[in-house]
């Protein structure tokens, strides 16, 4: 069997943020489905997942960059009383013109169970599907997305889960979102490995 031996983990304290590609968004759709139906099995709260999209894979690692940059604005304004930011103020935003950012009504500080968590993200998801052409644009691109997700986690020290697939045909893409007969939605695997990252990394703090 492909893929790491099952370990259980309570995703019920953490806060996830999925950035996707719209690029191929017929298959990048039950690919987002798969992750969060995971983390919502492993007790990630509805309002504890912040999604976002950007364009193409290209955009990934800035999108996951801002979005962890609001969630780090988000926590300490919230913490002090100040008005609260969104991911999408920030994706939709200028990174040099903070202050000029549309402040959104300011989120419960509360801890409990149906309050949504003012906290930075525990885990980031960045999803896209990357299908390969006739010309060097998927290698470029591939290359530069894995490299940038990478210096994005390990900068920010936030687990970055690498949901893009770097397929050479759309059946393929197809096949590892779970919509042809015999696949499998990756996904969930995503969704999977972003809860055990996010608890790993309190238990590593
Ligand atoms: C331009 C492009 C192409 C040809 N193919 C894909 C793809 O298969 N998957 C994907 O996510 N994005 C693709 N893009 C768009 C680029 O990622 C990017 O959005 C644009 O080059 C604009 O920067």
């Known amino acids: ?3 790491p031996a099952p370990e259980h983990h309570d995703g019920s304290g953490l806060r996830i943020g999925i950035v996707h590609a719209r690029w191929n968004h017929e298959i990048i759709d039950p690919l987002l489905e798969g992750t969060k139906a ?22 990934l690692p800035t999108g996951v960059q801002r979005m962890f940059a ?7 304004t ?8 969104s991911a999408g103020d920030l994706l ?39 299908i390969k052409g006739e010309t060097m644009h998927f290698e470029y691109i ?31 893409a197809k096949s590892r979102a779970g919509v042809l007969e015999g696949g499998h939605n990756h996904g969930e695997d995503w969704g999977l ?3 055990e990252m996010g608890v ?3 238990l590593w703090a």
């Open 78 to 85: 919230s913490s002090s009383g100040g008005p609260s930011l």
């Open 193 to 195: 490995a972003a809860v």
């Open 38 to 59: 995971k983390l919502l099995a492993c007790g990630v709260k509805e309002s504890n997942i912040v999604v976002e999209s950007v364009p193409g894979s290209w955009e």
């Open 92 to 130: 939709g935003g200028s990174t040099s013109d903070l202050a000029s950012l549309t402040t959104t009504a300011a989120a419960p500080t509360s801890s409990s169970s149906s309050a949504p968590s003012t906290a930075a993200f525990d885990a980031l998801v960045a999803i896209g599907v990357l």
């Open 142 to 172: 591939a290359d530069s997305v894995s490299h940038g997700l990478m210096r994005v986690q390990l900068d920010t020290g936030v687990p970055v889960v690498f949901g893009v697939l770097t397929v050479l045909t759309e059946d393929q």
């Open 1 to 3: 069997m492909k893929g």
């Open 200 to 202: 790993k990394r309190k």
């Open 70 to 76: 609001a969630s780090q604005i988000q926590s300490s």
